[in-house]
């Protein structure tokens, strides 16, 4: 026992898989007991048992496998996880349990197959079983037939899947084993009980006996249908009212039906291919003389066509064949063989013959001449046949084309095959639209000489009748007398409907429409949607009120009458119908008269004297408003009144009266359209007149409402066109107008009015063309766009006013109705109105139906002929272009056709397949001009031709899918969507593995599904293509089959579309069961019906709120020709409805409660949550993808701290919702700081969740909340946690790898603040998981990023170690993806610059070609000169970057760079202030600068100037004094300078208002010449901060699609305002250096070229301004200083070969400009500087290279600059080359000697040259002139006021070329101070030369006269000036530091600087204004925390020690003394 006690201790699941098999058993129970104890059916415990279940019921060990079986069956019934074990266990079950010997452990088996049927895996567990019946032994085989019996008959045949099950059940039958036999004998008769006779036809192969068996058990079988006794999970609410049932025993007929109805033998049946087996010969014989040979082959295609379900094929050809031989075959027997087997193939192929069916019911109908009783009665069962493939809507138009056949027989054929119709349909299949031309024909049939056809068409009224209810169908029948309507009634109660079922109409009551729902709620999707009648009408459910219904229709007080009048069960009668009266004659019509009105009212109506007419009037009219309605005798009262004179009354008093009566009798009595015709005659005549114009329009309203407007309207017309008195022409036109406002466009005709209408329009009277343009206006509103076609061939300028009222009414309802035709007409109106209820009511948007059907229609079958149809089918595709081309100019000249089109579909079906591209384009423009031409018509032609167009989606060409879509588009446009996706057609095209097909179906389908209300079920067919397409190899098939996932699951349902994943394979099954998950969250809402309540009835917007949250929406109108329109009509309810699926009073709530917190803060929440996770009592936040449990843990977190209404917009299955939701935290962030950290980690949790969604929007959105987030985290100096941080950071670096660029940029943007928030050290180890990513953008942007980390923070952030980290980042640069290599190289560069040498040790060892490629990336950004290493990192980024952009990072692609570019960035390390990447230069405090230089006093304006007179006498000045004005200086200078830099500062501020005001303050002050000389000295500073403006907007603000573009336009037109301004005052713009207008040249060239500014309205006018002040600047800044700027800004664009071609054409531009001012300005330029500009250029493009340009221009503009030079100059231009070292070498000074030689000047110089040793300079030749001459010279400019500074510069140079002179002799007669005043003169000279040096990199530039870079304010200085700032200087520095500090490397002697050859070795570039800014914006203070990360990130460097520079705050207490050190200063 010993090992016993070994087990015993071990968990429960380990116990279960022991080797002891009572360890087993033992394991076993205590499972059974676990299982049966855990309550919650999700806890994670079911986890562990998940891969033991098997092993539970397969155990070897007997007695444990019976244990085992037992915990199964509780872990399954249990567990929510269960269902992932079906396959394996019932598969374990099969194999190794129903093959044990005891009964309790079969009978335990089938309980777990059962089981697991409840939990929804039915189809699982049926393959498993059916596999289960191949397994040799027996007793398996009986115990999976068994368990099969068991499943069906518990669950019934809706779950168990019987096709499979039936398929299999003959091979059982012939099984060897008798127990095999018998059990299948009784699945056979349990399968039986389900389906009937259906089981027959799979069965009739079985042996006689067998059957006979079957037969005698299936007669005993009880006759009602069986119930499911037991249901899935799912089912429960079914169980209920099961049970309930039960209890009250009634059976439900409907339920009977359903389930009986529940399978279709066809459905069991397999196909069968017959095409292959036809007779070779077939169509030969078919064509045949001898009529036996006929015989033979239709004999062969009959015994074919009789298996009972045929494969589909092209059956085109074999159809046409026995089309002809029904329609032209003589011999009367082969026209029923034909008709036979037409039969036998609609009835084999079912839907899929709708195609054919078009081709063959007219040529049957014709063929019904026959008189035969065989032939007429084969024909029949054809045509029923094909019926019953087709719908009666396709067929419709060929049957009313026989209606008026000649041929009696033919038309009581037509009508019998209606009313047989009419049985299948249901009134969902049967509306109005179809049903009311059948009407009307079928009543002109009723009253036809032929009694059969009479007959016939009673038949088939009554049937209608009996279908649709005697409600529906009584309007048709107005015309009817009684006798023929009780015949129909009697007909009706006759019908037997199709499946027995009890007509809709309740048995004919007349009121019955309510009770549609028992026939017509289960057929609607079979067979389309239900009509578009009042919903209490249509397949909803009853629960709808009677008051729902009539709200939506089209007013409510006609639903209440027609009800009202329909009850009476038809007793009255003739109120039941339209009014109608036989014409009385005149004097029966005085007896009815004198019998209710007075004698004397008689006698005197047609007296002479016109006041007793008048008498006589009022008489009448007294007993009119007496009389009782059904008394009133209406007719001969109007025939009194129209009595002599009649309506030639000329007395209008008289007249007034009589016109009133005549409205007084329309209204009370009831008025028939008889008494109507006689009172109308007298009306048209006086609708003109001018006194009783009022009255007769009143009499017409009257009449409208009496006799229906339509009727009245069109009476009126034709008799007001028939005489010709315009003004009662345009009167009635106007009345018109109105009239149709106030009844509504119900039931008008409009092809009648169009005729009068154009005659109208046509009058000479301009009153009647306004009046018909006006009713146009008026019919437009209802009818739409359409009715302009009527018009289109009227003359242009008629045209045009008809347009223009159109244009009008654009946009506008339709008013409510207010009035309705009375009566009878209530009834016609309930039917007319209601089918254009939704078009007129919408306002022209779904009218365009009713429209089309009255377009006068072409038939151009006649000539689509053989001939026509031969040539598009032509071998030469010429001659098929022809035949395309003939029917292309048929369709456009026809304009408008029926659907009668002969052979042309199948001509047109192959020329989509042509070889040729050319002509299938065109056949897909014919289609497409044919859907305009036909509209609805087309829905017949879908199946032919539409399909087709599908399959081009699968064309290679891009173009011509284009086109198939196009066309597909055009065609649903006119037949919905329906037709389309009934019938295997779509699926079959899914079906083919064409990429291209398949994405452009599935995107089409996408976007038709969301629109449509109802689909038919055979969109069902579609689902296994598209999970085929989901796992398509082409990735675009795939992105499109989830994108439709959604749209299809709308339709289906989540769980049917999951119960058709059981057919996959299991790996393919879990990938697509997840992406029905996703999909389920996408899902959208399906829309509304559409409201009923049109436009402007009132009633709209409750109807539609109501409408779109019923359960159920109303199913959709059939006679919609145009669903597309209207459903976006219904959309809009739908997402209304279906998105709140709440009323509306809860909305109102929700809102009331979002003003409160939407955080609440619970203290320590956060706190416990970290520590339950901690202890693992809650999940870890760590998934590849987020699963439900997550979702629903963090909901549950979520739900104590986040306000309920919030949470629910988060958690919304709808993404628009989440969009809001953050826009609403993005508003309270600042408010709800504290609350926001303390829920810091759930919204972090929720944002992850989100970073899994697709969507971009809330992706965006996501990343601009965690943008503000971070920066407000930032601010309150919170850190995160690492709970927070590890939930977090990794999901959003899979962001990274985002294919969007803006994305990844606001990644990149977040992961830089992260860092301020979270120790850089810690998010390395992210990035570097980031790196294994399989995406090759996320490994590079890591990569990048971790090298921006290494690069700021240095080594140490390289976590765990530098080597590990470094080692795995090297490996990278062998991935087979470039971007991936180039950042691992940037990155180990970034190393390298950090630590040197060390890089190669810290790597490791690398392959030979990735450390060559190291190497050489090493060796191109090694650098020339020892310097802080990191600080060129640093400097060469701040160069990439934008430097308004402080979080972009790191290298981008320096592999393309130019080497002479990264040699230039390197001395720009050197001669240039270092920053840290994060601190854009212009804003850094530059502590050097500060303290040494108090001498900004000098940019003061000139307030105190005067003061310093007294100073310039020399020697008399006590220093004290000095020391004391000083700080005066300092305060006035900081009062405004300091506000001016303030300003500044803000122009390059990141947001635009900022910077308009900072620009509009600033303008205030340049725009007052008195204030504008503040901003001398501040110009550089300025114009930097503009074009740095100028950038941000290039760079970001254009590329953002958020901003307005008017702000940015304002922001443009602010600055070139200002600029204007600036460049207008010459002494401000003089003071801009040449740096800063190269800068600003540049930026505005750029702006000019901006195509993005062009593309915007007022884009031109703004590049407009910007040329204007380009001139300007070129016209008034220092002339030297632009042409400089421009030559140096041509070298650059030349250089960067990236920049656009045009900006180096514009600089020449420019230079062009200023050559051509030369002459004027020669004399203020400084020579010296623009030649050795000339010079530099000339170094980095010799000529060679110049001339090797794409363009010569450059070279051109070059020697024209010289030229025009050497002219204005002449010879001296040679003196000029003073500032070029080695001039000899220098290829200007060849060139200019030619020039100069050229110009013939060369004479003087000759003599001068030969004394010239080569080395000496020009300049050396001054030294034959007494050297003590020059000096005394020099000495005296020194001594004088003005020259002062000139003399010293002088000196200095002079000196400088003369190192050996001696001044001892010119100084010993000065005083001591002149003497000190030199001294320190050429110090300071020396001093400011060598700063020049160090911050131009551009080679020095001695300065010349008086331009210094400390003082651009040179013209007013005054020497003492100079001596103040000289002392104030020395006092700072004690007295020797004379040399300024260097910005470089800090050494002090111009000796050690390096010699200028040197620096201009690799490419004179220059000076950037950015690097000149240098103590310009020095007044900002910038935030302390900058100098922290500053000193941290330097901190690192190694080199730190010996590079000053390196930062410049070096360490932290340093910078602080100097800030205390110069605020001391300054006190």
Same mark, same amino acid.
């Given at each position: 026992m010993?090992?016993d ?6 968990p429960?699941d ?12 033992n ?9 049966q ?8 415990e079911?986890?562990?048992y ?9 155990d070897s ?9 037992e ?9 929510h ?7 394996e266990?019932?598969s ?30 039915a ?6 079983l ?19 019996r068991k499943?069906?008959?518990e ?8 096709k ?5 059940l ?9 127990a ?5 004998k ?12 259906a ?14 068996e ?35 025993e ?32 077939f ?33 085109g050809?074999?159809?046409r064949a026995?089309?002809k ?7 009367v ?5 034909a ?9 084999g192929?079912r ?9 063959v ?39 009313l ?28 299949t ?9 009407c009307?024909?079928l ?16 038949e088939?009224?009554?049937?209608a #009748? ?37 007509g809709?109409?309740?048995g004919?009551s007349a009121?019955?429409g ?7 709620d ?11 009648e ?22 409510p ?15 009255k009668?003739p109120e039941?119908?339209?009014i109608t ?15 209710v ?37 209406c ?14 009354e ?27 015709s006689?009172a109308?005659?007298g009306?048209?005549?006086k609708?003109?007149d001018v006194?009783?114009g009022?009255n007769?329009k ?20 034709s ?16 009345w ?16 009648a009015?169009?005729n009068n209408?154009k005659?109208?329009?046509?009058a000479t009277?301009p ?6 343009? =006006?009713?146009?206006?008026? #019919? ?5 766009a359409?009715?302009?076609m ?12 008809i ?8 946009g ?15 009834e ?16 022209g948007?779904?009218?365009g139906?009713d ?16 001939d026509?149809?031969?040539?598009i089918?032509?071998?030469n595709?010429?001659?098929r ?11 456009s ?7 009668n089109?002969?052979e042309?579909?199948l ?30 018509g ?17 064309d290679s ?8 879509l ?7 446009e ?10 295997e057609d779509?699926?079959?095209?899914l ?5 291209f097909?398949?994405?452009?179906l ?5 976007e ?10 055979d ?12 796992e398509d190899r082409?990735?675009d ?15 289906l349902?989540?769980?049917?579309m ?5 057919k996959?394979k299991?790996?393919?099954?879990d990938?697509?069961v ?8 996408? #899902?959208?809402?399906?829309?509304a ?30 006679t919609d ?5 209207k ?7 739908a ?26 803060l ?5 706190e ?42 988060l958690?919304?299955?709808?993404f628009?919702?989440?969009?809001k939701?953050i826009?609403v935290?993005?508003d ?30 809330v ?16 601010r ?8 927070e ?18 994305v ?6 977040i ?7 979270y ?23 890591c ?6 980390l290494?690069?700021g ?11 590990k ?24 560069v ?15 060892n ?19 000169t ?25 290298l981008?692609?320096?592999?393309q ?9 390197r ?7 270092s ?6 230069k212009e ?19 000139d307030?105190?100037?005067?003061k ?8 008399m000045?006590?220093e004290?004094?000095m020391?004391?004005?000083s ?9 405004t ?16 208002? =900022? ?19 503040v ?12 074009? #740095?403006?100028?950038r941000?907007?290039y ?8 901003l307005?573009?008017k ?7 602010c600055?070139?305002?200002n ?11 003089r ?10 040249m540049?930026?505005l ?27 300007r600047?070129?016209e008034?800044?220092d002339?030297?200083?632009?042409l400089s700027?421009?030559l ?26 200023m050559?051509?001012f030369?002459?004027e ?6 020579l010296?500087r623009?030649?050795l ?15 090797q340009l794409k ?5 051109r =503009?070059l ?5 025009t030079l ?13 500032m070029?070292e ?8 060849a060139h ?12 003087g ?17 001054m ?5 003590s ?9 020194i001594?004088?006021?003005e020259?002062t500074?000139?003399g ?12 050996d ?18 001294e ?6 020396e ?14 530039i001695p ?10 304010n ?18 700072r520095?004690?007295l020797?530091?004379?040399?300024r500090?260097g ?9 050690q600087?390096p010699?200028?050859s ?13 690097d ?6 020095s007044?900002l ?17 190694? =080199? ?12 932290l ?12 200063n300054?006190?």
């Open positions: 010993g090992d006690s070994e087990w015993m201790k071990l429960v380990q116990k279960c898989e022991h080797k002891v098999w009572k360890a087993r058993l394991g076993y129970e205590e499972a059974l007991k676990l299982f104890r855990i309550g919650d059916e999700k806890s994670p079911w986890g562990k998940l891969g033991l279940i098997k092993k539970f019921v397969t060990n007997a007695v444990a496998q019976l244990k085992g079986l915990a199964a069956l509780a872990f399954i019934e249990n567990a996880v269960a269902g992932k074990t079906t396959g266990v019932v374990g079950v099969v194999t190794k349990v129903f093959n044990q010997p005891k009964a309790r452990a079969k009978e335990l088996g089938t309980d777990i197959c059962l089981m697991y049927i409840e939990i929804e895996k189809e699982v567990v049926q393959d498993e059916l596999k289960g019946l191949d397994n040799k032994n027996p007793k398996i085989v009986v115990a999976c037939i068994e368990a099969l499943a069906l008959s669950f019934g045949s809706k779950i168990v899947t019987l499979p099950v039936v398929k299999i003959p091979k059982q039958f012939e099984s060897r084993e008798k095999v036999r018998d059990e299948a009784l699945l056979a008769v349990e399968i039986y009980k389900w389906i009937r006779d089981l027959r036809p799979p069965l009739q192969n079985l042996n006689s006996v067998q059957l006979k079957l037969e005698e058990e299936w007669v005993k079988l009880p006759t009602s249908p069986p119930k499911q006794s037991r249901f899935l999970r799912s089912q429960q609410d079914l169980k209920a009212k099961f049970e309930q049932q039960a209890q009250g009634q059976s439900d007929g409907e339920e009977e039906e359903e389930t009986v109805a529940a399978v279709d033998p066809y459905e069991l049946l397999e196909a069968v291919e017959i095409l292959s087996k036809m007779p070779k010969d169509y030969d014989k078919i064509e045949a003389k001898k009529w036996q040979e006929r015989k033979e082959a239709l004999e062969a295609i009959e015994t074919l066509a009789k298996n009972p379900k045929l494969e589909n094929g092209d059956y050809d074999l159809i026995l089309k031989v029904v329609g032209k075959d003589a011999n027997m082969l026209v029923s063989l008709a036979k087997c037409l039969a036998g193939l609609a009835s192929l839907k899929k013959f709708g195609t054919y069916a078009g081709q019911v007219p040529t049957i109908l014709e063929k019904f001449k026959e008189k035969k009783p065989q032939v007429v009665q084969a024909l029949q069962e054809a045509i029923d046949a094909i019926f019953l493939t087709t719908t009666l809507q396709n067929v419709s138009e060929d049957i084309g026989v209606m008026d056949n000649k041929n009696p027989s033919i038309k009581q054929q037509a009508s019998l095959f209606l009313a047989r119709s009419f049985r299948h349909c249901t009134q969902a049967l509306p109005k639209s179809v049903l009311k031309p059948f009307a024909a009543i002109k049939q009723v009253n036809d000489s032929a009694p059969e056809v009479r007959d016939a068409a009673f088939a009224l009554g049937t #009748m009996k279908v649709v209810g005697e409600k529906a169908v009584n309007p048709f029948l107005t015309d009817l007398d009684k006798l023929k309507l009780d015949k129909i009634k009697e007909c009706a109660d006759k019908v037997e409907l199709a499946g027995g079922k009890k809709a109409g309740g004919g009121g019955g309510g009770s549609g729902s028992g026939g017509g289960k057929k609607p999707s079979a067979r389309g949607p239900p009509p578009a009042a919903p209490s009408k249509s397949s909803a459910p009853p629960k709808k009120t009677q008051p729902a219904a009539s709200k939506a229709s089209t007013g007080p006609k639903k209440g009458k027609a009800s009202s009048a329909a009850g009476g069960k038809g007793k009668g039941n119908k339209e009266e036989t014409e009385l004659s005149i004097e029966v019509c005085e007896d009815l008269a004198a019998g009105l007075p004698a004397s009212c008689l006698q005197q109506l047609g007296s002479a004297n016109w006041k007793e007419r008048l008498a006589s009037m009022e008489e009448f009219q007294r007993a009119v408003e007496t009389m009782d309605k059904a008394q009133m005798p007719q001969a009262l109007v025939r009194m009144l129209a009595k002599k004179p009649g309506w030639k000329t007395n209008f008093q008289v007249m007034q009266m009589k016109l009133r009566i005549v409205a007084l009798i329309a209204q009370r009595g009831q008025f028939s359209k008889t008494s109507a006689v109308l005659d009306l048209v005549d609708v003109g006194k009783c009022g007769a009143e009499g017409l309203t009257a009449i409208g409402e009496a006799c229906s407007l339509p009727w009245t309207a069109e009476q009126l017309v008799m007001v066109f028939a005489q010709k008195n315009p003004k009662n022409q345009a009167e009635t036109l106007n018109l107008a109105n009239a149709m406002k106030e009844f509504g466009f119900a039931g008008i005709n409009v092809k009015f169009i209408v005659t109208a329009l046509g009277n009153a009647v063309r306004t009046a018909a343009i =006006t009713l146009l206006g008026v #019919m437009y509103l209802y009818v739409g359409p009715l302009r009527f018009f289109e061939d009227e003359k242009p300028a008629l045209l045009a006013q347009d223009a009222e159109f244009e009008k009414m654009q506008q309802s339709p008013p409510a109705p207010i009035r309705s035709t009375k009566k009878a007409a209530a016609e109106e309930g039917d007319d109105g209601e089918e254009q209820e939704e078009d007129g009511g919408g306002g948007g779904g009218g139906q429209i089309m059907d009255l377009l006068p229609r072409t038939d151009i079958g006649d000539k689509i002929t053989s026509l149809v031969s040539k089918e032509d071998k595709w010429k001659i272009k022809e035949g395309l081309d003939e029917v292309a100019a048929i369709i000249e026809a304009k408008f056709i029926t659907a089109i002969g042309l579909p001509a047109l079906k192959g020329r989509l397949g042509d070889s040729n591209k050319i002509l299938v384009q065109q056949s897909l423009t014919i289609l497409q001009q044919l859907a305009t031409a036909m509209g609805p087309l829905k017949q032609h879908v199946k032919t031709l539409g399909i087709p167009v599908i399959t081009v989606l699968g060409k891009s173009n011509v899918r284009a086109a198939a196009t066309t597909l588009q055009a065609w649903v006119q037949t919905g969507m329906k037709e389309w996706l009934e019938g779509l699926s079959e095209e079906k083919r593995e064409n990429p097909l398949r994405q452009e599935l995107g089409w389908l996408a038709k599904l969301p629109s449509l209300r109802t689909v038919p079920a969109l069902m067919l579609c689902i296994p293509y598209l999970y085929a397409c989901l082409n990735g098939v795939r992105k499109k089959a989830q994108d439709a996932l959604p749209t299809f699951m709308m339709h349902g989540y769980d049917k999951n119960k058709a994943t059981g996959l299991t790996s393919s099954k990938q697509v997840s992406m029905l998950e996703k999909a389920r969250a996408v #899902m959208p809402a399906k829309p019906a559409p409201a009923k309540a049109g436009g402007g009835k009132g009633s709209a917007e409750p109807s539609r709120a109501t409408s779109a949250t019923r359960s159920q929406p109303v199913s959709e109108d059939v020709s145009k669903p597309e329109a459903k976006v009509r219904g959309g809009v309810a997402k209304k409805g279906a998105a709140a699926k709440k009323p509306a009073a809860k909305g109102l709530k929700d809102d009331e409660d979002r003003s409160g917190p939407i955080f609440t619970i203290p320590n929440a956060k416990q949550r970290i520590k339950e996770e901690k202890q693992l009592k809650i999940l870890k936040w760590n998934f590849n993808t987020p699963r439900d449990e997550y979702v629903e843990q963090l909901k549950t977190q979520m739900s104590t701290c986040f306000a309920k209404w919030l949470q629910d917009e958690f919304h299955f709808d628009q919702r989440h969009v939701a826009g935290m993005i309270r962030l600042e408010s709800e700081s504290e609350a926001t950290i303390g829920c810091l980690d759930l919204i972090l949790k929720w944002f992850t969740l989100r970073f899994f969604d697709t969507n971009t929007t992706l965006m959105k996501v990343l601009e909340y965690l943008k503000l987030l971070f920066t407000m985290l930032n309150e100096n919170y850190h995160l946690t690492e709970y941080a590890n939930s977090f950071v990794p999901y959003l670096i899979l962001k990274v790898g985002e294919s969007k660029d803006v990844r940029k606001d990644v990149r943007a992961l830089t603040m992260l860092c301020k928030v120790p850089a050290s810690k998010v390395f180890p992210f990035l570097m998981d980031g790196t294994k990513s399989k995406n090759s953008k996320q490994r590079a942007e990569l990048e990023e971790l090298g921006c290494i690069e923070y240095g080594m140490n952030v390289c976590q765990p170690t530098p080597a980290s470094l080692k795995e980042i090297a490996i990278h640069i062998g991935d087979r993806d470039t971007s991936v290599r180039n950042a691992a190289l940037n990155t180990v970034a190393v390298y610059n950090v630590c040197g040498e060390q890089v190669y040790k810290l790597i490791g690398l392959s030979e070609k990735d450390m060559s490629m190291l190497e050489e990336r090493i060796k191109r950004s090694a650098k020339k020892p310097a802080a290493p990191a600080k060129q990192a640093a400097t060469e980024r701040s160069q990439r970057e934008h430097p308004a952009n402080p979080n972009a990072t790191f981008r692609k320096p592999a760079e130019d080497p002479n570019k990264l040699n230039q960035a001395q720009n390390a050197h001669h240039s202030e920053s840290h990447p994060s601190i854009p804003f850094q405090l530059d502590l050097d600068m500060i303290e040494m230089d108090q001498s900004r006093v000098c940019e003061l304006p307030l105190v100037q005067h310093l007179d007294e100073l310039l006498e020399p020697i000045i006590p004290p004094k020391r004391a004005v700080p005066h200086f300092d305060d006035l200078h900081n009062s300078a300091s506000t001016i830099n303030f300003v500044i500062s803000q122009v390059a501020s990141g947001d635009i208002n =900022t910077s308009i005001q900072a620009l509009a303050q600033i303008d205030e002050v340049l725009r007052q010449e008195d204030k504008a000389e901003m001398s000295g501040h110009i550089d500073q300025f114009l930097i901060a503009t074009f #740095m403006q100028l941000l907007i760079s970001t603000h254009m590329a953002d699609d958020r307005d573009k702000d940015i336009f304002k922001l443009y037109s600055i070139i305002g600029m204007l301004s600036l460049f207008s005052m010459e002494s401000l713009a003071e801009a250096s040449m740096g800063v207008l190269k800068d600003l540049h930026g060239i750029t702006l000019m070229l901006d195509a993005r500014v062009e593309d915007i309205e007022e884009g031109q006018q703004l590049i407009r301004s910007v040329n204007l002040l380009v001139v600047v070129l008034k800044s002339q030297t200083n632009m700027a421009l140096v800004l041509l070298q650059d664009s030349l250089v960067t070969t990236a920049g656009s071609p045009m900006l180096s054409e514009l600089v020449m531009k420019c230079l062009w400009r050559i051509r030369l002459p300005t020669i004399n203020n330029i400084n010296d623009i030649l500009d000339v010079h530099n250029f000339m170094k980095v493009f010799p000529k060679e290279k110049l001339k363009s010569d221009v450059p070279h =503009t020697k024209t600059l010289l030229h050497c002219k204005l100059t002449g010879a001296k231009i040679l003196d000029h080359l003073s070029i080695n001039r000899n070498e220098s290829e200007l000074e200019l000697r030619r020039v100069v030689k050229h110009s013939g000047n060369l004479s110089l000759k003599s001068d040259r030969g004394n010239e040793k080569s080395g000496l300079r020009t300049e050396d030749r030294s034959k002139a007494k050297v001459d020059i000096l005394t010279e020099i000495f005296k400019k001594g004088s006021k020259n500074k000139e010293l510069t002088e000196l200095y140079e002079y000196k400088q070329k003369y190192s002179v001696d001044l001892e002799p010119f100084l010993k007669n000065t005083s001591q101070f002149f003497q000190s005043y030199v320190r003169g050429l110090r300071m000279i001093s400011e030369r060598e700063g020049k040096a160090r911050i131009q990199t551009s080679a020095v300065q010349h006269g008086a331009d210094s870079t400390l003082s651009s040179n013209e007013e200085l005054k020497p003492a000036v100079y001596y103040e700032r000289l002392k104030i200087l020395r006092q520095q004690g020797e530091n004379t040399s500090q910005i470089g490397g800090g050494e002090d002697e111009p000796q600087r010699p200028i040197s620096l201009l070795s690799s490419k004179p570039s220059v000076a950037s204004s950015t000149m800014l240098h103590s310009k914006l007044q203070k910038e935030s302390r925390e900058l100098y922290q990360q500053e000193h941290n990130a330097h901190s690192h460097s190694p =080199t730190h020690a010996h590079t000053r520079s390196a930062s410049p705050a070096a360490n207490d340093d910078l602080k003394k100097r800030l205390e050190r110069i605020k001391s300054r006190q």
